[in-house]
Each structure stands twice: as structure tokens, then as C-alpha cells.
């Protein structure tokens, strides 16, 4: 029953802005850390950005350093990417990933993706 649901994608200039979402049901969002993940054509899926369960501290790829930024809402179950100045090279799936470990165990859920294409 836990799910995510990734909204926000679309196509964009070189140069542009987009603010991607996830929204999250069936399960304690505030005991999770979060992670936006990215997958392009052909390639393997690479960790974009991800962030404690509070909020606290975000850590992000190089590749998208200083033009990214993660946050969290936990009142909305709700996490989401600002993407600025956007490259042909961000085009990607971008999925919604949620992680927690309890008792020794992980739990992980992924969300279906949202499609970001960058071009002119």
C-alpha cells in the first residue's frame, strides 16, 4: 500500500527551471530518508540529491551541485527537487526513492518516475 507518486516533470530550455514533487501514502513519511534518483537512456540509474528524515542535512551528486536543492515537508508527506539551470545533460527518468532500516532491516519504495527533458 505505500506509495509514491513523483508529478512535476516536462520539457524545458537549457537554462531553465522545474520543480519536480513526490507525494507519499501508506507509510510514516517522517521516518524515512528520501532520495531523488535519475535514470537516462542506456545508462545505469545514478543518486541525484537525498535527505534525512527531518530535513536536516541534504547530500547531492556533483554533477548537479549548486543547481539542485532537496527539500522536505513532513506535515505534507511531501519531497521535492528545485532543478535550475538545467543542462541537456539532466535529461533523465527522475524517480522518488524512500528508504528507512528497522530491526536490521531495510525498506525501500519507489515511485513510477517523472520524465525531465532538457532541450532547445
Known amino acids: 500500500q505505500a506509495q509514491l507518486v513523483e508529478s512535476g516533470g516536462g520539457l524545458v530550455q537549457p537554462g531553465g527551471s522545474l520543480r519536480l514533487s513526490c507525494a507519499a501514502s501508506g507509510f510514516t513519511f517522517s521516518r524515512y530518508a528520501m532520495s531523488w534518483y535519475r535514470q537516462a537512456p542506456g545508462k545505469e540509474r545514478e543518486v541525484v540529491a537525498a535527505?534525512?528524515?527531518?530535513?536536516?542535512?541534504?547530500n547531492y551528486a556533483d554533477s548537479v551541485k549548486g543547481r539542485f536543492t532537496m527539500s522536505r515537508d513532513n506535515a505534507k508527506d511531501t519531497v521535492y527537487l528545485q532543478m535550475n539551470s538545467l543542462k541537456p545533460e539532466d535529461t533523465a527518468v527522475y524517480y522518488c526513492?524512500?528508504?528507512?532500516?528497522?530491526?536490521?532491516?531495510?525498506?525501500?519504495?519507489w515511485g513510477q518516475g517523472t520524465q525531465v527533458t532538457v532541450s532547445s
Open positions: 526513492n524512500a528508504r528507512q532500516v528497522v530491526g536490521g532491516l531495510w525498506y525501500q519504495y
Open positions: 535527505i534525512t528524515t527531518a530535513g536536516g542535512n541534504t
